[in-house]
Each structure stands twice: as structure tokens, then as C-alpha cells.
């Protein structure tokens, strides 16, 4: 079993940065890849980023490719995402979550509850 829980959101302005934690218990979370996603109301859920355990690989969506990066620190099992050049349109509720094989637009196992991220002026 494993536990996701999400950190680092906030209101922001244009053009900030954040980064936001995805902090994991269980003890074999070191063996999942992490996703992130988020999801503004009224829009469907989408998926931004994802890392493979081993923090070798990852995965981009274009949409916000070059502005956010994804990384994994072992240790403190936890995943991050740093989002820079914040744009109102990032506005939304993200989310991380773990499956047991990389397949960055597939199926997940675990979700965390989300961690709200304003951009406005």
C-alpha cells in the first residue's frame, strides 16, 4: 500500500514559480513511477508529467513542456515538480500518483488528494 501526499501549492502571480512535493509512505514506493496531473472545474483531468522509479527517465507533456520538470529524491521519498513561468491558465487542483510500471499516460494505482495551485494577478 502506498500514500501520496501532495504539498508546495499556493496563489502566485504570472510569471512565478512553485514547487510542489509529492511525498510517499509505504515501503516499496521506491519501486513505482510517479505521475503528476491536474484538473481545473469543468475540465477533465490531465496529465503533465511522469517519472520512472529510478529517476532515469522522464516524461513531459507538451503543454507544458520547458516550463515544468519533474525529479525524485529517494531518500526522502518523494517526487517533485517544479512549475516555473506560472501562467493563469495553470490554475488547478494537482495531483501526483504511483504505478507499479512506467506507462506515463496509463493506468495509476495509488492518488494523492491534490494540492490547489492559484496564478492570478
Known amino acids: 500500500q502506498v500514500q501520496l501526499v501532495e504539498s508546495g501549492g499556493g496563489s502566485v502571480q504570472p510569471g512565478d514559480s512553485l514547487r510542489l512535493s509529492c511525498t510517499a509512505s509505504?515501503?516499496?514506493?521506491?519501486?513505482?513511477?510517479v505521475g503528476w496531473f491536474r484538473q481545473s472545474p469543468g475540465k477533465e483531468r490531465e496529465f503533465l508529467a511522469a517519472?520512472?522509479?529510478?529517476?532515469?527517465?522522464?516524461f513531459t507533456s507538451d503543454s507544458v513542456k520547458g516550463r515544468f520538470t519533474v525529479s525524485r529524491d529517494h531518500a526522502k521519498n518523494t517526487v517533485y515538480m517544479q512549475m516555473n513561468t506560472l501562467k493563469p491558465e495553470d490554475t488547478a487542483l494537482y495531483y501526483c500518483?504511483?504505478?507499479?510500471?512506467?506507462?506515463?499516460?496509463?493506468?495509476?494505482?495509488?492518488w494523492g488528494q491534490g494540492t490547489q495551485v492559484t496564478v492570478s494577478s
Open positions: 500518483a504511483a504505478q507499479r510500471r512506467y506507462n506515463p499516460r496509463g493506468q495509476y494505482d495509488y
Open positions: 509505504g515501503p516499496t514506493f521506491s519501486s513505482y513511477s
Open positions: 517519472i520512472t522509479w529510478s529517476g532515469g527517465t522522464t
